[in-house]
């Protein structure tokens, strides 16, 4: 799920000076060398200047159309008084779009998520203006502060739902503080996927506005491998267990397959979001089939088409030629 970049000591450094001066506004960060690195920290011109002032006058000039830029930012009076924004705009190179998504949960926890109120993910400039966070907040608003009486009936209600209808979502805790929602139905397939009668393939969706992982309805059973990626989506991402039973050597065995498709062909913001998130998802979603579903897999694969994967190519992954070395002959002298 993460990239594997850490935060430099620079970044550290400057990340501390921020903390401890009221007199700075945000701090800019951008990824060089396989670490996260600082750029610069933005000073307001003026003492007591607001938010909206800050923003126009110190990271309107700082955003570029086509660069990806890490935007820790000084918003709240109290703490935790800080905002992480990662902009990633539509125009920006595939890499470092890709890159960028699956290193933002890593700014954070490196510099510490107790410091941050809020994350905010970005493709236009126009929503790192005051009117676009307005708008942020409008949202945000929508989920307004419960009474504890409130939060109670609303947890009865929605258990009462998920027995009704068995469509729940779980909370996967990962790790201290990454939580990962996944519906019951996505669980409870890949369970029957890993018992020892389950049989054909499982296909799981990341549901883009909620980044939660679900099952794709399918009451197709494949029995083979061209069978299978009949069935897996063409046009959009999808992360596919399948558990292929074959006969080879004479044997029998049934080994789970990981397949995960992203399709190139795909266009549009929504395609743009989907093909950012997958990457930063699936280790999450390979934890939790292995730990929460005890689906031990044989074999992993990436391509961007279903169609990319053949069963000559799964049958020679599986079962490697082992190559035989024949011994040095020594050469007949001449003559002989």
Do not use: W
Request: proline share 7%; glycine share 6%.
């Amino acid at each position: 799920m993460q990239s594997g970049i850490s935060a430099s000591q620079e970044l550290v450094s400057q990340f501390n000076t921020l903390l401890d001066s009221d007199t700075h506004f945000g701090l800019l960060v951008n990824i060089a060398s396989e670490q996260l690195q600082p750029v610069k920290l933005l000073t307001p011109s003026s003492p007591g200047a607001s938010f909206a002032s800050n923003v126009t006058s110190l990271l309107t000039p700082n955003i570029k159309p086509n660069e990806a830029l890490y935007i820790i930012l000084r918003r709240y009076p109290s703490s935790p008084a800080l905002v992480a924004v990662t902009y990633v705009p539509d125009t920006a190179p595939v890499r470092q779009k890709m890159l960028f998504a699956s290193t933002r949960l890593t700014l954070v926890r490196e510099l510490g998520s107790e410091h941050f109120r809020d994350t905010i993910f970005a493709t236009t400039p126009n929503e790192l203006s005051p009117a676009g966070f307005e708008k942020h907040d409008a949202h945000t608003a929508l989920d307004a502060p419960l009474t504890e009486e409130e939060k109670s009936l609303g947890e009865v209600k929605r258990a009462e739902q998920e027995a009704g209808s068995g469509t729940g979502t779980r909370e996967i805790h990962l790790s201290q503080n990454l939580a990962m929602p996944v519906s019951e139905a996505a669980l409870a397939a890949l369970k029957e996927l890993a018992a020892a009668d389950g049989s054909g393939g499982r296909e799981l969706k990341i549901n883009t506005e909620s980044e939660s992982v679900e099952l794709v309805s399918d009451n197709s059973s494949p029995s083979s491998i061209p069978e299978l990626t009949q069935t897996i989506s063409a046009t959009e991402p999808r992360f596919t267990f399948y558990k292929f039973t074959h006969s080879y050597g004479g044997g029998t065995s049934s080994p789970v397959l990981f397949i995960y498709t992203c399709p190139a062909s795909a266009v549009g913001m929504k395609a743009i979001k989907a093909r950012m998130i997958y990457p930063l998802m699936k280790r999450a979603v390979l934890t939790v089939a292995e730990t929460e579903a005890g689906v031990k897999i044989e074999k992993k694969f990436e391509v961007e088409d279903p169609s990319e994967i053949t069963e000559a190519a799964v049958l020679a992954d599986l079962h490697p030629q082992v190559e035989v070395r024949k011994g040095f002959s020594r050469p007949k002298r001449p003559g002989r």
